[in-house]
């Protein structure tokens, strides 16, 4: 499946082989305990009880897993997969290094439950300087970084993190598994939230750990079975589901990003505006050498929050919402969840609109909104 582009691998991911008379996706199976054989007990067949079994959630597994490039679980939620990854590894007295500007749920976590159950806790801008990496037993970056937007150097940082005999662990959120490909550059896990543009609907929760060492998926899968973490079989099948268009969805989101990106840079009052995929941007040089394509999210600042809710409420296609990664195009002030950013700090997440519509009505909207009062 590796030679193929980007659209075929996401319709065919994770599909099972064609078998006359039955679907091309499977549809979900529901099921809390499943038959048993009477002799065999749970070693007779593939599904015992569901928290560890389902079948939509093996199929939902092994394509995000092709797409990746290794053996996937997936989670409840993004945060489920984030909180597994870091509790099934850390033990007391180790040392992680997590962003100091990536999501910010995953510092809340470290400093209320990694730190109490005394476990190191560093943080590190995205861009680094990343410190002297011996001793450390997990470096977890986020990249493209949410909501900042910047990047570092995976390839160049898993040669620093292998060389000490630390794990590097990327968060590909917002690039998604065919923006960049983690483990083919060098790191030994991948985690992410599917809530955004990997399933790109907004209608479901999701995340999932990739990895191809075989030790690490146990330790993971043992973890996701005793703590239940675990995506029901609907929501599973609507993200297989949700795949299959998500080569569409990203170019078109990827190519409004730019569009919104070219139009904003035009406009004086907007300040700060970050999109990698600007040759002008500072994460540019490294995110095109590293990326495959570039994300539809990009972030700038209105000034105040009075002129952000203006902006949204004049505008026709972009909605006021948190999230990003779906077919809706969606803007969110990111201090209002308590995100360390400025009042007027505004992630814009683009939609699979028409370019040609959305960058009017958002040229619209700002005309609307006028200066800063
Ligand atoms: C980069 C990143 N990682 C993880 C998460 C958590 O994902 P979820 O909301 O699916 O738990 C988010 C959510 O916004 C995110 O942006």
Known sequence: MSEWGDGTRSVHAGLPEPVPGQPFLPGPVFAAPYHLDPWQGPAGAPNGYGRPDNPTRRLLEAAVGELEGGECRVFASGQAAITGLLLTLLRPGDTVLLPSDGYFPVRAFATETLETIGVRV??????????????????????????????????????????????????????????????????????????????????????????????????????????????????????????????????????????????????????????????????????????????GVLSFDLGDADRVARFVDAARLVVAATSFGGLHTTADRRAQWGDDTAPGFVRLSCGVEDTVDLVADIAAALDAAGPVR
């Open 122 to 295: 560093v943080f590190v801008p995205t861009v680094g300087p990343y410190p002297d990496l011996d001793g450390v037993r997990l470096v977890l970056v986020e990249t493209p970084a949410n909501p900042g937007l910047d990047v570092v150097d995976v390839a160049a940082l898993a040669a620093r993190a292998r060389a000490a005999g630390a794990l590097l662990a990327v968060d590909n959120t917002t690039a998604t598994p065919l923006g960049q490909r983690p483990l083919d550059l060098g790191a030994d896990l991948v985690v992410a939230s599917g809530t955004k543009a990997l399933t790109g609907h907004s209608d479901l929760l999701l995340g999932y750990v990739a990895s191809r060492s075989a030790k690490l998926v146990e330790a993971l899968t043992g973890w996701r079975n005793t703590t239940g973490a675990v995506p029901g079989a609907f929501d599973a099948w609507l993200a297989h589901r949700s795949l299959a268009t998500m080569d569409l969805r990203l170019g078109r989101q990827s190519a409004n990003a730019e569009a919104v990106a070219a139009l904003l840079a035009g406009r004086a009052e907007v300040t700060g505006l970050r999109w990698p995929g600007r040759p002008e941007d500072p994460a540019y040089a490294v995110a095109s050498a590293q990326m495959r394509r570039m994300p």
